[in-house]
């Protein structure tokens, strides 16, 4: 280290010219983060989407969902296997293990779906997901205008806007979402194919082996050369009107005879309505995993604005949602602590040192220390986000430490006139950097350990803060390595003697200091009580504090989420929704606009039913509110979600609603799973938990899946009459299914776009049961004589969870901490239900996440703690000593539990990060003052004059770290900005914990070591 120093101080202009290429670098890479409002918290995971047309949930699960989680089980690295079965579509989760490739994870899903593909159903479309995270929905829009039909927008969606999206970098996919999915439609007509004698099978062959072009091979002409095609595709309505079916005698049979030909619309498995007005349509951009969501973001925009220039007269893009404007909201908040911070920390750092330019020489060390945090954050791939730059905002306090210590003992050297006339003035900067190099790195190292518990949590937690841990620590290591090799340099250019005379500020503090450390000494059983009886106080508010996972950052968006009876058909769900945009629009006029979204979307990321509805509010700014925050905001939606009875809701925001997705399959602060075999049983005690929770104090928005109630009309086949006719059950299966859902028999080519060819008749009940089936020999029958139609109820969706079915019943809590409520929750459910034999509970969501985190610390700071001990000792040499600065910690916690206490805040994982970065600190300063009595010991200087002289020497570097750090942390207690939700607890933790920790350690410490320092 001695020869790190000299090499500093004997190379200046070296260490200078360095400084400035760290600056460039640092600024180079500070511009090229990636920027995001948060980290990636998604886990390496594969969704695997198939769609079956017509199929009922129970079927889907049985010869889908069943078959492929078979396959994809015990796939290596495999963390948790989701599915749930609904009409006509199944989705599967596989969740994988931390720091698997997920692209190698996408190949293995890929081969085990090569080898059971084949023995799915025919007509079974979809397979693996775009390669997004749940997190990937960067961008909303709807494309609006009267001028074009919702079929006219969708196709201009389909055809123009999503294809020119998909081309900009970052960009996964683009989900459409309403409308109506143009198609060419060929309607039978029973009467005339039985007359003519043809049956359905013979008009889908026509139709299917009539629709293409070829080639057929190249001929020569003398010194040229002909390519021959055949051109035999349907072009317009009329070509399919001309197809011949067959031939009677002796006259063609065309499709233009038995048939309706007509353009229409795919079967819709959902829409998009919005502001009370009607239907439209949406894109929603979907960014690659990985990919820096501010430059999507921007990226998309462009785009957008330069297709805008080419949309028809009267249609626009109007953007519902702009994850970009969040990321710079998040990110104004931490920098514009960071600013101020760096602000306050100048002016102490002044006040302090009593002159501008030594002031100047520590405050450099911010700057230097920033940029050379980005450069190895740039290194190792973290992005600029909230919680990355939290932790910059965090270390601000920390990193001027080792440049004051360095600076004051240059300074100090530098005001000796005796060295000053004996030794040259480089190598006083030396000798004074020498000496306090090894405590300056001990006491940085002791933070660092600290931090290192964050490096080891796992889960959401692990991801939110193991950015907050890495950027404390390459601060806090930059500031280390600057302190002993440029702050030297620049101080032996900028440095003069510090006056003789102590600044007002240091001077005026000793003044009330002295009398005060006296008194502690002569009455040390006064003080002693009074702390320990402060600490018993603080025991005593800490077993009254909430416990909470994480307090909810403010997205500025909120999302409702609706859920009407299973039985309700698209076009009353619609215009439900309607009803419900209008009564948010007119009776909360905060709101500036709400787009539903009802069923599924197109690619089939998010399966919600047809009773399913997420409506999204964009909001006013904050200044035309006519109630003060948010919650009164969500109390007044919540009287307008009275008024429609019969309809559950829930509120969430667009990011968390899809982060508590993700990590347990629900949108929901808890997540109660009931396993078990009968779908029945499960829903009935799904119920019967509502019930219970919802009388549970804090519990809003309890709710389960209403998974019974889907009516189904049941097309039951008498094999024996259906055999003495000649037929069978696909044969009548096909039948059904082309008379409902349609057949695709191929496509149109209508230049790049490719329009579905359908044959598809009535869908009307009534002309169903008077459906005339053909025979082989060209006669009918009605379809009730080889079939039963029998209507019947059913379920709406089977959810899985590593094989095993289970039910869902999702609540949030408010006004009560979440540990508290799931503890009383917990208790109720069982006293108050009795489960039925092989069923069983599990409690998820937030809550599990906290006890995960719970668990963790709890193994990891006894750990860190453990550490310091060992490098107290190696420092002091001395068991007795090392304890005596360890008991500073207590002390620390006393204000911070306090401060808890006093705010209303709950213990959450911000809040106990706070009191993991209170260890180092406190501890730092326990060294400060046990290394200075030492000294003075070692002088052979009697006991008492040593606490006392040892004490009013330390008290200004004392006091400047805790200050500093602690008003490094003010801006953070009162930003309003995004994410401030999640600073605020660890701010009021530090602050709290500085003030008991800094007016206890002066006091208590001093008393302590004379009774017990001696080694």
Request: glycine share 8%.
């Amino acid at each position: 280290m001695a020869a790190l120093i000299r090499f500093a101080l004997t190379q200046r202009l070296l260490m200078l010219l360095a400084a400035v290429v760290l600056a460039g670098l640092g600024w180079n890479a500070a511009r090229r983060l990636p920027i995001d409002a948060f980290p990636d918290v998604s886990v390496p995971q594969v969704k695997v989407i198939v769609k079956a047309p017509g199929m009922t949930p129970e079927e889907v699960e049985s010869r889908i969902t069943l078959p492929l989680e078979m396959e994809l089980l015990g796939i290596p690295h495999q963390r948790m296997l989701r599915s749930i079965a609904k009409y006509a579509l199944t989705d599967i989760t596989i969740d994988f293990e931390e720091g698997t490739d997920v692209y190698w994870a996408r190949q293995q899903v890929a081969e085990r779906l090569g080898n059971v593909w084949g023995d799915l159903p025919a007509g079974v479309q979809g397979g693996i997901a775009p390669l997004t995270t749940p997190l990937g929905e960067m961008f909303m829009f709807t494309l609006d205008g009267e001028s074009l039909s919702l079929m006219e927008r969708r196709r201009l969606l389909d055809w123009v806007i999503r294809p020119a999206l998909r081309t900009v970098p970052g960009v996964a996919d683009v989900n459409v979402l309403g409308g109506y999915v143009r198609s060419f439609e060929v309607k039978p007509d029973p009467a005339k194919l039985a007359a003519a004698g043809i049956t359905l099978d013979r008009l889908a062959a026509a139709l299917a082996s009539n629709n293409r072009n070829d080639g057929a091979g190249r001929l020569e002409t003398g010194e040229e050369s002909l390519i021959v095609r055949s051109r035999g595709r349907i072009q317009t309505l009329e070509d399919v009107r001309r197809i011949v079916v067959a031939e009677r005698g002796g006259a063609p049979v065309r499709v233009g005879d038995v048939a309706e030909v007509r353009i229409g619309a795919l079967t819709r498995y959902g829409a998009l309505s919005a502001d009370g007005e009607g239907e439209t349509v949406e894109g929603l951009v979907l960014s690659l995993r990985g990919a820096n969501a501010g430059q999507v973001v921007e990226a998309v925009r462009a785009k957008l604005e330069q297709l805008e220039a080419g949309l028809p007269p009267g249609v626009r893009i109007r953007v519902l949602y702009d994850r970009g404007k969040l990321v710079d909201r998040a990110v104004h908040t931490v920098t514009k602590a960071l600013v101020e911070a760096v602000v306050l920390v100048l002016i102490l750092l002044v006040l302090f040192l009593g002159d501008l330019r030594a002031a100047l020489t520590v405050a450099l060390i911010l700057p230097l220390a920033a940029l050379f945090t980005f450069l190895l954050m740039r290194f190792f791939g973290l992005s600029a986000n909230l919680m990355s730059l939290g932790g910059l905002a965090i270390a601000i306090g920390m990193l001027v430490d080792a440049a004051v210590v360095v600076v004051e003992n240059i300074a100090t050297q530098l005001g000796d006139e005796t060295r000053t006339a004996r030794l040259p003035r480089l190598h006083l900067i030396y000798r004074a950097v020498r000496e306090v190099a090894a405590p300056v790195t001990a006491g940085i190292l002791i933070i660092v350990i600290v931090f290192l518990p964050l490096l080891t949590l796992q889960g959401l937690e692990g991801k939110l803060f193991t950015p907050v841990a890495l950027t404390i620590v390459f601060a806090l290591s930059g500031s280390l390595l600057l302190s002993l090799t440029v702050i030297p340099v620049l101080a032996s250019y900028l440095l003069k003697a510090l006056p003789h005379r102590e600044p007002w500020l240091p001077r005026w503090l000793h003044q009330r200091y002295r009398p005060i450390l006296h008194w502690s000494l002569a009455h040390p059983r006064w003080v002693l009580g009074g702390a320990a009886a402060a600490l018993l106080v603080a025991v005593g508010l800490y077993l009254q504090l909430g416990k909470t996972f994480m307090p909810v950052m403010d997205e500025g968006d909120i999302v409702i989420q609706t859920e009407k009876l299973p039985s309700i058909n698209l076009t009353e769900s619609v215009r439900l929704d309607l009803a419900i945009q209008k009564a948010l629009w007119e009776q909360v006029p905060e709101v500036e606009r709400v787009v539903s979204r009802v069923g599924s979307d197109e690619i089939g990321l998010d399966p919600m039913g047809l009773n399913e509805t997420d409506h999204f509010l964009v909001l006013k700014p904050r200044a035309e509110w006519s109630v003060p925050d948010k919650a009164a905001l969500i109390d007044k939606l919540r009287g307008v979600m009275e008024q429609f009875p019969g309809i559950a809701y829930g509120f969430t925001q667009p990011i968390q609603m899809r982060v508590t997705e993700m990590l347990t399959g629900v949108r929901g602060d808890v997540a109660i799973k009931l396993f078990g075999d009968d779908l029945q049983r499960l829903n009935r005690t799904a119920e019967r938990i509502v019930e219970v929770v919802s009388r549970v104090p804090g519990a809003v928005d309890v709710m389960t899946r209403r998974n019974e109630g889907m009516r189904f009309l049941e097309v039951a086949i008498d094999r024996s009459a259906a055999g003495r006719f000649g037929l069978d059950a696909d044969t009548l299966a096909r039948l059904l299914r082309s008379q409902i859902e349609g057949l695709r028999l191929g496509v149109v080519q209508e230049g790049i776009q490719r329009t579905p060819l359908l044959l598809r008749g009535p869908g009307d009940p009534e002309r169903l049961r008077a459906l005339t089936v053909a025979l082989p020999d060209g006669r009918t029958v009605p379809l009730t004589e080889v079939a039963r139609l029998e209507p019947r109820e059913g379920v709406v969706a089977v959810e899985r969870e590593r094989g095993l079915r289970y039910a869902v019943v999702r609540a949030n809590v408010k006004g009560r901490d979440l540990v508290g409520f799931v503890e009383e929750a917990k208790r109720r459910v069982a006293e108050e239900i009795e489960l039925p034999t092989g069923y069983f509970l599990e409690w998820g969501g937030q809550f599990e996440n906290q006890q995960r985190a719970a668990r963790r610390l709890a193994l990891v700071v006894p750990a860190a703690i453990g550490l310091i001990f060992l490098l107290l000792f190696s420092t002091f040499a001395s068991v007795r000593q090392a304890l005596l600065v360890l008991g500073n910690i207590p002390l620390a916690l006393i204000g911070g539990v306090v401060g808890l206490w006093m705010s209303g805040e709950y213990l959450s994982v911000p809040a106990s990060v706070g009191f993991i970065a209170l260890l180092g600190i406190a501890v730092l300063n326990g060294v400060v003052l046990v290394t200075h009595f030492n000294q003075l010991r070692a002088l052979g200087k009697p006991l008492e004059t040593v606490v006392v002289q040892g004490a009013m020497r330390r008290l200004r570097p004392v006091l400047m770290t805790a200050s500093i750090a602690a008003l490094g942390l003010v801006p953070l207690l009162f930003a309003t900005g995004p994410g401030s939700e999640i600073q605020r607890p660890l701010a009021i933790v530090v602050i709290g914990g500085l003030v008991s920790s800094t007016a206890l350690t002066l006091i208590v410490l001093p008393i302590l070591y004379r009774r017990f320092g001696d080694a």
